[in-house]
């Protein structure tokens, strides 16, 4: 009877592992890439957003900014609007998560982003100083597959050289196969469009993929040391020794899809290596959602630094900042990964 449920169990996840690897839309050209990152109107076709760019008049500085899966510009562009209004230039882009199937679809975006990015740096002469704020793993993956490649493109030592520092909202973490499926099966299917039960069967599906997935390439890691960190941004991103000098790292407990547990891992490690650091470790504020329970501390920390360079001190907040303005702002309905 036990070898029978055992068989069967291991029936259930082979079965999924190839379906899921048979459906699973597959890589994504640097064509597809390209009219999503690049060309608004074929990016509206599909249902995606292509990067925007606003550009400040005499600003020196360039913060990045890398969302959620699943985050819609509305979102990020409130990010974007309190720099520009201090006067910082932004640009923005989201990679879609309904095109990603691996760590290595990244990758083609990343090329097309550094396209915009070269644009504003041909245009603007006076921007001396570039800082990345990126958001959960999407972003975090987004900038890895971008730093990856960064030192081979063209003006990619421009970039390096005056990458300043990083703000990492949420991430980076090593995300369990349960916190993975949750974040995706709401960023996909988010709840003002789809039933409950089928998010919480394609949550299921994913996360019995991601299970198997995860044990395959422990089995491969015997045999291929470098395995975790060609499949996973966490591991990617410990690879890099030349990332921006100063880091800002925005997180907290009540985060149920990165946990506060491994983004301190990942900045302690950055620490030992010389890293200067900086916590804002938010007790009550949810997944990707520390600006809108915190407006005035996460804006004033994040200008701070951008602003000023010097990172600031470490510290924990309870109390929520009930504002008008965030009483107002419309909550995300999607979890983001």
Known sequence: MILEAVAGLASAFVLTYLGMTLVAPAEVTEKEAEDITINKEESKKSGNEAAIKNVVAGSKTLVVLFGWAGCRDRYLSKYAQY?????????????????????????????????????????????TTIYFHVFSMNGCSLLAAYWDQLQDLENGKEVLSKS???????????????????AISFATLPPSHYHGALRGSYRAVLYTFFSFHRGVLWLRSFLEKDIYE?????????????????????????????????????AQLMEQRGVSISKLRLLDSLHCQHLRSHPVTYTQECLDFVKSGHLPANRSRVPLEITEEAAQNDVPEELAY
């Open 164 to 182: 300043r520092g990083l703000i990492f909202d949420s991430c980076p973490a090593f995300t369990s196969p349960s916190q993975s499926a949750q």
């Open 230 to 266: 060609r499949h996973y941004a966490y591991f990617k991103m410990i690879t890099f020794d030349n990332l921006p000098a100063k880091q800002l790292y925005i997180y907290g407990p009540a985060d149920l899809v990165c946990s506060e547990e491994s983004i301190e891992e990942y």
């Open 83 to 127: 720099y520009q209004d201090a006067g910082i230039s932004t640009v923005r882009f989201t990679a879609p998560i309904a095109k990603i199937r691996s760590f290595s679809s990244y990758r083609p975006f990343a090329l097309c982003f550094h396209r915009i990015l070269n644009e504003i740096l041909h245009d603007q002469n006076d921007i």
